[in-house]
């Protein structure tokens, strides 16, 4: 039974370009989470979504940051004009529901701003 | 909004010594507790979990206890063993829109075990 998978692992990028994360919840999970982990730091809570729907977006950035979890493929976390201060590591996780259940992290995406 | 404390920020033991982390809660709403181990560049793993009404929980040596009165909770490790070197988050999270839970996670405490 496979994990939460994230790719790309690593993601190099110059400052005004785009970044796109994907993320593949567990098998039989339908809710997906985004999370940012600064070097050192702890993780932050970003967006919370389920099929085709964002359920809350309070710890996403205004500008620049978007994401989707559509019906079919993988939830999308996408930062558009990537600055030096977007550099970290952002993992997703997912739960078979919403409430209290166990969230499951994958490998994560850390990214690089040149 | 919620807040979590943890501490201490750094902990070094002795193998087979015991370990214990602290982490305090702001609200009291709140109503799951997971712990994550994570491995240096590597996925945050949950190690355990504590719904708000249990006080204690127990897998091997592994313990977590909850003090919703003064909302603090508390991991604790025994027979510490070098692998277990790592850096542990607690989180704590309350029912938000649709029933779900947003987890708030402390800054981190890294383990260092010794042989």
């Known amino acids: 039974n496979a994990g939460v998978m994230q790719n790309p692992r690593h993601l190099v990028r110059r400052r005004g370009q785009e970044a796109r994360l994907r993320c593949s919840p567990m098998?039989?999970?339908?809710?997906v989470y985004w999370y940012r982990q600064l070097p050192e730091e702890g993780l932050k809570f970003m967006v919370y979504?389920?099929?085709?729907?964002?359920?809350?977006e309070s710890g996403m950035p205004k500008e620049r940051f978007s994401a989707e979890f559509p019906k079919e493929g993988p939830s999308i976390l996408r930062i558009q004009q990537v600055v030096r201060g977007d550099s970290a590591a952002y993992f997703c996780?997912?739960?078979?529901?919403?409430?209290?259940?166990?969230?499951?992290f994958g490998d994560g995406t850390r990214l690089s701003i040149l | 909004g919620e807040n979590v404390e943890q501490h201490p920020s750094t902990l070094s033991v002795q193998e087979g010594d015991s370990a214990v982390i602290k982490c305090t809660y702001s609200?009291?709403?709140?109503?799951?507790f997971p712990w994550y181990k994570q491995e240096l560049g590597k996925r945050p793993q949950l190690i355990i979990d504590?719904?708000?009404?249990?006080g204690e929980k127990k897998d091997q040596r592994i313990a977590v206890t909850l003090n919703k009165t003064a909302k603090h909770f508390s991991l604790h490790i025994t027979e510490t063993q070098p692998e277990d070197s790592a850096v542990y988050f607690c989180?704590?999270?309350?029912?938000?829109?649709?029933?779900?839970?947003?987890?708030?996670f402390g800054a981190g405490t890294r383990l260092a075990v010794h042989p």
């Open positions: 996780a997912s739960s078979k529901t919403g409430g209290g259940q166990p969230q499951h």
């Open positions: 098998k039989g999970h339908s809710h």
């Open positions: 979504l389920q099929k085709e729907n964002i359920i809350d």
């Open positions: 609200d009291s709403a709140s109503n799951y």
């Open positions: 504590i719904r708000s009404n249990v």
């Open positions: 989180a704590a999270s309350r029912p938000g829109a649709g029933g779900y839970n947003k987890l708030i």
